[in-house]
């Protein structure tokens, strides 16, 4: 299969161009369960209320809305490169602070971060190397990751696509970000592979869980 572009531009303009739709349709499209996922891995992750946390591509700020029930607000960091989908985020949630970054160059001091999390996100960079270098970067020794996406592609996920070309039919109008989707799902490492990317990279494996049979994994890397 065609590797799918993924230059800065085109996804940032994709998202802003889908920002305004982008929470019903995940909700559409997952049914729902994406909630669910975040706030369990958010749980499991656990982050102390002092500590400083950065969600990467925080989109419409999700994540940072969980990361609220366990991190006190000044402390919590988003950054994302979509003007559209922060503004949605920073309605949501006025009182923490949002930046609008490339999460390959990411605006943070060297070893500053406790945790970072990730969520739906590392699929969509140009350079995953790039960035998974730039998270140990940023992080303090001991630092963790909390990295969300698509698992294994087993017929669950295969019936997952089926539901999203079923909407790519349905809703002509965001059918290239749908369809952009489906290709960066195919494309992304299953976190077998996934794993041995932030091994090299130092980073440990210290959890790794599937949800929805599979379909999405999280895992939690701490840095070594
Ligand atoms: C699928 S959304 C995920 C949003 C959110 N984390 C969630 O789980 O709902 C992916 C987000 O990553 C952002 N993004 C993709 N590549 C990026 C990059 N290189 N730098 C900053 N943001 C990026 C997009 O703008 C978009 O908001």
């Known amino acids: 299969m065609k590797e799918v572009s993924k230059s800065p531009n085109k996804i940032s303009n994709m998202f802003n161009e ?60 988003g950054v994302d490169f979509s003007s559209e989908m922060l503004n949605i985020a920073r309605h949501k949630y006025p009182s923490l602070k949002f930046i609008q970054a490339d999460i390959s160059d990411v605006p943070q001091e060297t070893s500053r971060v406790d945790k970072i999390t990730i969520c739906f996100g590392l699929r969509n960079v140009e350079n995953r190397d790039k960035v998974i270098a730039e998270m140990h ?10 990295h969300i996406d698509f698992g294994n592609k087993n017929c669950f996920s295969k019936i997952f696509d ?33 794993i041995e990317e932030f091994k090299k990279a130092n980073f440990e494996l210290k959890k790794c869980k599937n949800f929805i049979f599979g379909v999405v994994s999280m895992q939690i890397y701490k840095k070594i």
């Open 18 to 77: 889908i920002a305004n739709v982008y929470d019903r349709n995940n909700d559409i499209i997952s049914l729902g369960l994406h909630r669910i996922v975040k706030k369990f891995a958010i749980e499991e992750f656990n982050p102390n209320y002092n500590e400083i946390v950065v969600d990467l591509c925080c989109g419409t700020g999700d994540i940072c809305g969980y990361l609220l029930k366990y991190v006190k607000s000044n402390n919590i960091i």
């Open 137 to 146: 970067r940023i992080l303090k020794p001991d630092g963790e990751i909390l």
């Open 162 to 194: 089926l539901i999203v070309l079923l909407l790519i039919k349905l809703f002509r109008k965001n059918a290239e970000s749908y369809e952009y989707l489906i290709h960066s799902k195919s494309q992304f490492p299953v976190p077998k592979e996934l």
